[in-house]
């Protein structure tokens, strides 16, 4: 066999075997990219533990709608305050300048709201269907609503009949507080465990800033009326500022 013609036939055996090897990587490129559709939660149930402290006892449910937004709704209970009581009633006491005061409060509420999460497409779209994501980012608003009953008493260095006595006093509350609340935060759920942290305020109506307190002499012969502001118990039922750690399930 001459060299020419042993050469070709090697040219012509190596492009064949070439094209066989090529031809695998040219099909697996023309292959479409199939996404994998990852589990996420679209409904959550959580409780807010740090309101347990207080004597607030509430549930939560959040809802995906459509298109990285979602509803929820919270309701709850309260019967306080319970395990910060001393703490509670020092604070009372030192934002209405008193030398004692105590409080109690009771009721129950809730609040409806809607949220926007920023969640990354694809943990939340393949293709044309709509997963829904309760993770990532979030801002929201609400309306919340409560039905409280507060009593106060309290003690305090009054002055009448040209000298100053420590009188006791007593205030009361019964009413229906309501506002407009904004928030924002970040929520993660890993499997069937949810967890939300949350910062945002309230701006709640329907509970006066100050109030008349029935004071009584401290020989309980006579009682007159003394004007306060409520300190406080106004900044929680007028502005609240509030940071929440949600814990839940979801699924």
């Known amino acids: 066999m001459s060299i020419p013609k042993f050469f070709a036939q090697s040219s012509t055996f190596i ?22 559709e990852l589990p996420t939660a679209k409904n959550t149930i959580g409780i807010r533990p740090q309101y347990f402290l207080f004597g607030f006892y509430g549930l939560s449910y959040e809802r995906y709608i459509a298109k990285n937004y979602s509803i929820f709704a919270y309701a709850e209970v309260c019967d306080g ?10 604070l009372v006491q030192n934002s209405m300048n008193l030398e004692a005061a ?4 009771s009721g129950f509420g809730g609040a409806i709201g ?14 044309n269907k709509d997963l829904g994501a309760l993770v990532g980012w979030f801002v929201g608003a609400y309306i919340p609503l409560r039905k409280m009953k507060i ?25 229906l507080i309501y506002g407009l ?10 499997g069937n465990f949810s967890f939300e942290v949350n910062a945002g305020f309230t701006y709640m109506q329907g509970m006066p800033r100050s109030a008349t307190f029935n004071y009584s002499w ?9 004007d306060k502001k409520l300190g406080i118990v106004s900044l929680y039922g007028t502005f609240a500022p ?10």
């Open 114 to 127: 809607v949220r926007r999460y920023f969640t990354d497409k694809k943990y939340s779209l393949v293709g």
């Open 181 to 190: 609340g904004l928030e924002g935060g970040r929520h993660w759920v890993w």
């Open 242 to 251: 509030k940071i929440e750690f949600v814990l839940g399930l979801g699924f």
């Open 218 to 226: 401290t020989n309980g012969l006579e009682s007159y009326p003394v």
């Open 151 to 175: 009593n106060m008493t309290t003690e305090s260095m009054e002055f009448h009949n040209f000298a100053f006595s420590q009188d006791k006093g007593k205030y009361s509350f019964n009413g």
């Open 81 to 90: 305050p319970k395990l910060l009581n001393k703490n509670v009633n020092a």
């Open 102 to 105: 105590s409080i109690y409060y």
């Open 15 to 36: 492009g064949i075997i070439a094209l066989f090897c090529s031809t695998p990587a040219l099909t697996q490129s023309d292959e479409p990219i199939v996404e994998i």
